[in-house]
């Protein structure tokens, strides 16, 4: 009776066991972990805004429901007039992040074999900042007449960016669609960087304005687009507009995201036809809509 007693208390403690169990597995199947969507605007967007009080914009960014902005304009230690410690204090105040920023790098940059020490100070202002990508965000004239050689100085910028724990890359307008030296300028940087190192933040507006297909990127290099810029187009006016009101089809390029390699959607604006805060609002409501 004992021995039979003691068979039944395992045997019952064994169906409770896997009771459990097989409720915390069917859970799992039917909660499926939602991926994270890095949702962010290009801060160039509400320019003026920013130039004239930086505090309070990112305050109603944070309102309107973003997450993550983009930085641009850092020029002597400073962005719109902080500090980068302070700037990165007003974006934790406002549950911001800052995970990219577009800072210019040029051939004058490096010269004898070395970066300048104007960069390497803003890389790691950027840091403090907590951004994670610097992206160039143009090309002069005379820079894109050698573009192999760029793609070397992105190599080594991108290589210097990853000892401080970053990443590099290189955001197009339309006229890397362009020849130069006979060979289109897109194509010369993406077979000449190491596709390890060196990101693209494809500008999907400008890609279309040039008369491509974001997606035939995505084919011939898989991966290399963790950032895109999400601008629309107009086709009467022939400028931007806010997300949803042109004629890009933004859903035919998000579904090919994982092959893009996108993990970052950052808004954009250039023109405006409202305030850029009442644009840049449109524009993410927009964005959400959109099933990525």
Known sequence: MKNEQS????????????SFATMFSTDLLAKPKTPVRHIGLQLWSVKDDMAADPKGTLAKLAKMGYKEVEGFG???GKLFGLTASEFAAEL?????????FHQMV?????TNGALSDSFKKAVADLKVMGVESSFVPYMIDADRLKA??????FNVAAK????????????????????YNGEMLYKTLLDNTDKNLVKFEMDLYWVVVAGQQPVEWFKKYPGRFP????????PVK???????????????????????????FVIELEAYKRTPLEGVEIGLNNLKKLKF
């Not at 934790?92 to 990219?100: F, H």
């Not at 040029?106 to 490096?110: E, K, N, Q």
């Not at 970053?166 to 955001?171: A, N, T």
């Open 7 to 18: 068979r039944r208390d395992f045997l019952k403690t064994g169906l409770v066991a896997a």
């Open 74 to 76: 850092y020029k002597d």
């Open 92 to 100: 934790a105040k406002n549950g911001l992040k800052m995970p990219s």
């Open 106 to 110: 040029t051939s004058a940059d490096y």
């Open 148 to 153: 192999k050689e760029m793609a070397n100085i």
């Open 160 to 179: 210097y960016c990853q000892t401080l724990g970053m990443k590099f890359g290189y955001h197009n307008h339309d006229f890397e669609f362009k020849e």
């Open 227 to 234: 950032y895109v810029h999400v601008k629309d187009h107009d």
């Open 238 to 264: 022939k400028v931007s507009v806010e997300v949803g009101e042109g004629d890009i089809n933004f859903q035919a390029i998000f579904n090919q995201e994982k092959l893009g390699g996108i993990k970052h």
